[in-house]
């Protein structure tokens, strides 16, 4: 496909479950830099009834629908990141990753039990209590160190510029952390621009607790 020439940018976030990319999704729309959302994922091809139409013809529909110059979209799954990059091309990749990845397979294991994949304060709903199940953490654990060795053996292998980000990072400082990703695309935010930034809810104690658990504390 050919992309339409009113699309000068695209960029792909690169990133792994429970680790913040709804949150930097939200920031990236609020600067300006599209409208990044989990396109080619089967649920969001399905909800908008372009489950069974070929994966070319989808994305030049994304694309042509868009009105501004930047296009962005999140994935966790790699094979995805290679169908935009052999259709419409990749221009950047934002890889964003956890330094603590025992707090994240805690996370990934509290959502898959519980179905709460909120992040933010404006979810008032209460969160629901599990059971500490050392054997599921370390499935979660596992599952998160393999996706981070096929991202990198890809990211190693490919010319597309990549931008990379911390989840630890974002949340310390929302505001320069996504104002230097729009830099660095091309797309600087002026100072007198507003960049929202949700109120995230804070760690809980079952959190800290299934860590130390795990951790044998």
């Known amino acids: 496909m050919t992309r339409p020439p009113h699309i000068k940018t695209v ?3 690169a990133a792994g479950s429970r680790s913040g990319s709804t949150l930097l999704c ?9 409208d990044p959302r989990e ?12 489950f069974d139409r070929p994966d070319d013809e989808y ?17 966790v799954r790699l094979q995805f990141l290679e169908k935009l990059v052999a259709t419409a091309g990749v221009d950047y990749i934002i890889r ?3 330094r603590d990845t025992i707090r994240q397979a805690v996370s990934l294991y509290r959502a898959r039990s519980t179905g709460q994949w909120g992040y933010d304060a404006e979810n008032d709903a209460p969160r629901q209590s599990v059971e500490f199940d050392r054997q599921a953490i370390q499935a979660a654990l596992d599952q998160i160190h393999g996706h981070v ?4 053996a890809f990211l190693e292998s490919t010319d597309i510029p990549v931008l990379r980000l911390t989840y630890e990072d974002l949340v310390a400082n929302m505001d320069a952390e996504v104002r230097v990703l729009a830099m660095d695309m091309g797309y600087p935010v002026g100072p007198a621009t507003p960049i929202t930034t949700p109120t ?3 760690s809980d104690d079952l959190t800290d607790d299934l860590v130390r658990k795990f951790l044998g504390e």
């Open 11 to 13: 960029y792909a976030i």
């Open 26 to 34: 939200r920031l990236l729309e609020s600067a300006g830099l599209g």
């Open 39 to 50: 396109y080619l994922n089967k649920d969001h091809r399905k909800a908008n009834g372009s």
């Open 59 to 75: 994305i030049e529909s994304l694309l042509e629908g868009h009105r501004g110059s930047i296009w962005g979209t999140k994935t």
């Open 96 to 98: 964003l990753t956890r």
């Open 149 to 152: 060795d096929r991202w990198e």
């Open 200 to 202: 995230l809810r804070a």
